[in-house]
Nanobody, 126 residues
């Protein structure tokens, strides 16, 4: 697995949309979970959404449920985070992470993830 590389961040107004991409060559072979985390200034990093590599399930934090969608394209070694109806409180540095193994109980647990990208900044103005 190569280190994940995120892209797609930017500045938008509240109510707008962005799609983040995470390219992680080899992730379909060496991981069973991929996730997005975010860290706002002065706050701890928090889990946003996760997906099983085999596409059997995806999970969301309550704060983004119904607005964000995590998906993947195995042919492109890419995981996406479609973010709609963005709010100023969504402003953060967004990280992609890969886990060799996780379950429904641990998909949101940061310690499960051993490979992290450098992050992509999302800024939402009111």
């Amino acid at each position: 697995l190569q280190q994940p590389v995120e892209s797609g961040g930017g500045s938008v107004q509240a109510g707008g949309s962005l799609r983040l991409s995470c390219v992680a060559s080899g992730y379909t072979i060496s991981t069973n979970c991929m996730a997005w985390f975010r860290q706002a200034p002065g706050k701890v990093r928090e889990w946003v959404a996760g997906i099983y590599t085999d596409d059997t399930n995806s999970f969301y934090d309550d704060s983004v449920k119904g607005r964000f969608t995590i998906s993947q394209d195995h042919a492109k070694d890419t995981v996406y985070l479609q973010m709609n109806s963005l709010k100023p409180e969504d402003t953060a540095l967004y990280y992609c992470a890969a886990a060799t193994y996780c379950s429904a109980d641990t998909i949101s647990h940061e310690y499960r993830y051993g490979d992290w990208g450098q992050g992509t900044q999302v800024t939402v103005s009111s």
